[in-house]
């Protein structure tokens, strides 16, 4: 999966063992070049069993990994670069390409194609050749060229050429072994040179019409294709996702299908399996017991009795029961039944750090294990699947108009997907887009109003105490957000829109293995990046409540979250831990809500809601923000996006009062 | 790129248009790095650059300058937009002036002579060059000029 920090990853073993085998053999370099999404990542996978993230849409890989590995007695380095169509230095992807070729001048190019489109791939070959690099040519993905009835004559290929012609199906790891081999036959192409004429603004045009040209004649002479008879039923279903009807009712079935395993069976019965029946009924009482042996002042415990009703949801109101267990437990409050003397005192103090009611064992590691662990798992795996299928380029063929409207183009939608996954992924995804307009529009409405999945995983915990109208509410109004500014800015921000030009690529039987290890990985991310943040957050605010400096922050805090938003003056602890991490206020926000006899009303909880979800999603972000534009761009945003939550919160409150009202009269 | 070759300042009283670097001024201006004032060349008047505030405003309140309109091919020529689902037809060239446009569709394959076949129109056109399924809107389809083929 992509890192979101270093900028060049190196998956590898320490250098020192590389200097030892580096003694014996001098290392070669291998560069894994081809066009967008024809399995390069998969390939370097194959040949180095390093996983980097593999997506079945153009654009996954936007950072160079390396990695080494040892084809029989020799070491090479093998590098994965993204994906390019052309190698005139007009992208970003083009120029990274181009100064890792002249950066490593004795690498062996492996050029990766799609041998579907033979045709684009022997572009980019003779714009390699006249590099005039040892080369070997892989043909990627040749069961789905057999499957559409289409037939690559190799020898010929590869004698017309000059170099080693391989074919491979990557994603079943065929043909790895030939191209080992084939790396030490590895030659220059013959040369080939067009005759455009150089430095006019035309000429990357011009001379890719005279390259393409010689490439239709190769392939008269090398390829054949005889089109079957019916579609195979992922051509119709690829087809079917673009249809302005069909696609409008897949859509929504994805849609639902995903608020179903996630919204639903994440957010509810996992939640409740493992927030009551886990933390709540067992991990707790433990805790408190373990605490209150090793930590002994005067106190006793409050006993409650938890009920755990586990039950498979069918639609939001209706639910099959599965089977309900009450435990009656200790519960975090206590008191004292003593006198505490200093000593005492300090243990109190511990005690109440570990396990009091806003302890780190039963607060913060409750939440991010119970309640946002599930909703992120059901997310990335559903993610995962989504993205493999080829899904997701077909949804920016319906959304391009409405995107259009915010000065950006149907493109722009894969990021903003993504975001729900992590928006500090996302935002470096962005890179996809072509103009710094667009990257900046998205970027920042990422960082506005689309919520990442730990968020969504408290707000939908949060939504729970309210109607489903009140969801679609939020829903509303979070899309009327993104519309509203993506409009504004659209006009506010210089420069053009790109054009909306994105190739499909076609819909695939989603790889299990693959689905799986990529879940595994993005999960492996949120616990190393959120639950550190989780507990130094609870400290924090545990220290601080403590000092008594919370209540004078929130006095601080006062005229803006009492008077403007009309909520309790305890939630602005919540909206300063926002600041961090927006996720985590909101884990205050519905330790605000829920409960016994909850502080918030329906009404209030709705704006706290509506607020949180349009903070910042975390510092990370703003770091990412800082790293792809400037500092100064990362501060404007973020002066922008905390005073319009508010803004956009308190008119929500005065809106909601003024309806109360007028329905009452 | 080319939009940023093109900024050329008109000179607001005698209609002369030069380059930034081409205005005339004085040496050992106080202003230094903070003027945005540009000097005529031919008529040596003086007047302030369109200052970015200015323009930002313009656009949020929708008076944009106005670009001119991309030229379109002549009456009787086939664009992609005129052709229906279905449709095949032959690339016959490749209208509108950015270049690098044309070279992102070069790099599918789109080149004169090459074939096309469209699939779809609405919401986006969807376009099949040869295994390479392409999306593209109005704009770009209207850049593309085809015959059409049986």
């Known amino acids: ?665 | 790129m080319a939009e940023q070759l093109a900024d050329l300042l008109t000179c607001p009283l005698c209609g002369f248009e030069f380059e930034r670097a081409d205005s005339l001024c004085g040496h050992g201006c106080p202003l230094g790095a903070a003027c945005n004032l540009a000097r005529c060349p031919v008529c040596e008047y003086e007047f302030p650059e369109k200052p970015a505030s200015v323009s930002w405003l313009r656009r949020l309140l929708g008076k944009a300058e106005a670009t001119p309109p991309a030229p379109c091919p002549g009456d009787g020529l086939l664009t992609v937009k005129d052709l229906s689902p279905g449709d095949l037809g032959e690339v016959l060239s490749l209208a509108g002036d950015s270049p690098s446009r044309r070279n992102n569709l070069a790099v599918f394959g789109l080149i004169p002579g090459s074939e096309v076949r469209l699939l779809q129109r609405y919401p986006s056109f969807v376009l099949r060059i040869g295994e390479t399924v392409l999306a593209l809107d109005g704009e770009v389809a209207g850049d593309i000029v085809v015959r059409r083929r049986p």
């Open chain 1, 1 to 665: 999966m992509i890192s979101p920090f270093p900028a060049e990853r190196r998956p590898s073993r320490s250098s020192e063992s590389f200097r030892a085998s580096a003694g014996r053999q001098p290392v070669s370099t291998v560069l894994l070049i081809g066009n967008p999404n024809v399995g390069k990542s998969l390939l370097f996978k194959n040949l180095t069993h390093r996983y980097v993230n593999v997506s079945n849409f153009p654009g996954t890989t936007v950072e160079v990994t390396r990695a080494r590995s040892a084809f029989g007695a020799k070491d090479a380095e093998i590098v994965d670069s993204p994906g390019i169509n052309d190698l005139s230095p007009r992208s970003d992807e083009a120029r990274v390409t181009r100064a890792l070729l002249e950066k490593s001048p004795g690498a062996t190019v492996v050029q990766v194609a799609d041998a579907k489109n033979l045709r684009r791939a022997l572009l980019l070959t003779l714009q390699l050749a006249e590099m005039g690099r040892p080369m070997v040519l892989v043909l990627n993905m040749l069961d789905e060229l057999r499957a559409r009835g289409g037939r690559i004559d190799r020898a010929e290929l590869s004698r017309v050429l000059g170099i080693p012609v391989v074919g491979a199906v990557a994603l079943r790891n065929e043909g790895t072994g030939e191209l080992v081999e084939a790396l030490s036959q590895a030659r220059p192409p013959h040369a080939w040179h067009g005759q455009a004429e150089p430095s006019t603004a035309d000429e990357p045009y011009e001379r890719n019409r005279e390259r393409l040209a010689r490439v239709n004649d190769i392939l008269a002479a090398t390829w054949s294709m005889s089109q079957p008879s019916h579609a195979p039923l992922s051509v119709r279903l690829g087809f079917w996702a673009m249809h302005p009807v069909k696609g409008l009712f897949f859509l929504l079935s994805v849609l639902f299908l995903t608020f179903w395993f996630v919204g639903l069976l994440g957010a509810g019965t996992l939640v409740d399996l493992l927030e009551t029946g886990l933390f709540h009924q067992r991990v707790t009482p433990l805790a408190i017991r373990a605490a209150d042996a090793v930590l002994p002042f005067p106190h006793v415990h409050e006993t409650e009795a938890v009920e755990l009703a586990v039950a498979l949801p069918v639609t939001p109101i209706h639910e099959v029961g599965i089977f309900t267990s009450t435990r009656t437990v200790t519960s975090p409050a206590y008191h004292l039944s003593g006198k505490t003397g200093a000593g005492g005192e300090i243990l109190r103090f511990v005690h109440d750090l570990l396990v009091g009611p806003y302890g780190a064992f039963t607060m913060a590691l409750s939440y991010a294990f119970a309640i946002v662990l599930p909703i992120v798992t059901t997310f990335f795996l559903l993610f995962s699947l989504l993205e493999d299928s080829g899904y997701l380029p077909r949804m920016s063929i319906l959304v391009n108009r409405i995107f259009k409207l915010m000065g950006l183009n149907g493109k722009a939608v894969l990021p903003m997907i993504l975001g729900l996954g992590c928006d500090t992924m996302a935002t470096m995804t962005t890179r996809i887009l072509e103009t710094r307009k667009e990257r900046l529009v998205t970027t920042m409405l990422l960082a506005l109003a689309v919520p990442c999945s730990a968020q969504l995983g408290v707000l939908l915990a949060m939504m729970a105490s309210l109607s489903p109208g009140a969801a679609f509410a939020w829903l509303g109004l979070m899309v009327g957000v993104v519309l509203l500014v993506g409009w504004l800015s659209a006009r506010a921000f210089p420069g053009e829109a790109g054009d909306f030009l994105l190739e499909i690529p076609p819909m695939r039987r989603p790889q299990l293995a693959n689905v799986w290890i990529k879940t595994v990985g993005r999960l492996d991310w949120y616990l190393k990046e959120v639950i550190p943040l989780f507990v130094v957050g609870t400290l924090a605010l545990f220290l601080l409540d403590r000092l008594h400096l919370l209540s004078a922050l929130s006095r601080f805090g006062e005229p803006l979250v009492t008077g403007w938003l009309g909520l309790p003056k305890e939630t602005s602890a919540a909206f300063l831990i926002g600041f961090l991490r927006r996720d985590f206020g909101a884990v205050y926000l519905l330790d605000a809500a829920t409960g016994p006899n909850p502080l918030l009303t329906p009404h209030q909880i709705f704006v706290s809601m509506v607020t949180i979800t349009l903070f910042m999603p975390c510092i990370a972000n703003f770091l990412m923000i800082a790293r792809e534009h400037s500092l100064k761009t990362a501060w404007a945003m973020a002066g922008f996006i905390f005073p319009f939550a508010f803004l956009v919160g308190g008119i929500v409150h005065h809106i909601g009062l003024w309806l109360n009202n007028w329905l009452t009269f």
